[in-house]
């Protein structure tokens, strides 16, 4: 699913960053891997790179057979909406559109009919046990709640790739749990592959593989 080979990303600023220093890594498809590191280690913008929001300053970088490396704005942007998912710590949701709305979004993005959109909305929304919230607000849900339409959000186009930065570094330990879990079981009910970066040594240990990062490169690679 994904294959990077000496994956360079230098950010040229004001100070030159190189964030990360030639990644070589292989995921298949269907793994859960967990991505760690200290802050700064590289991991967000590996993600980055993942799910073609940016490109290598060099390096091959396939994702599911595609080629992210070379390809322009028009036509990573494209493969995003297909192929890849993504969670954020801070769930990232339209503050004014309803849970239902949310979800139903990216849909719309792709142009598929309003009414298909509303039933595969409903539809994903009970699937993270949401089915009683669709019609309230991001603010009249817990946090917890949220990253769960966050999650449906990122379910719902059946993208095969799904990337979630920090899912549960926002929640208490209770509620980090049940995403981990439902996060678990979409990987294991839809095959779904899920590159997750945590802090949390525990949220690491239930997924297959971690990977361990430090000043941009993998110092670990270790399958449980
Ligand atoms: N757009 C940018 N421009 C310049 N430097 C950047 C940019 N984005 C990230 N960096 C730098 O690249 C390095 C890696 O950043 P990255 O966000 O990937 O780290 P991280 O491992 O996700 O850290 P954290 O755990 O704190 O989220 C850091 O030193 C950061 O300052
Ligand atoms: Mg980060």
Redo the contacts with the bound molecule.
Sequence with gaps: MLRLRDVR?V???K?R????DGVTLDIGAGEMIAVM????????????LMGGL?VPTSGALLVAGEDLATKGEEARSLFRRTHVSYVFQAYHLMPTLTAAQNVELPLHLAGRPAAEARERAAKTLSEVGLAARTTHLPDELSGGERQRVAIARALVTGAPLLLA??PTGNLDTARGEEILALLKSIHAGRGTTIVM?T?DAHAAAACERVVT?RD?RVVEDRRG
């Design positions: 990303k950010y040229e600023g100070a960053v190189v964030a990360l590191g200290p802050s700064g280690s590289g991991k967000s913008t590996l993600l980055n940016d930065d920090e970066v802090h990062f941009g």
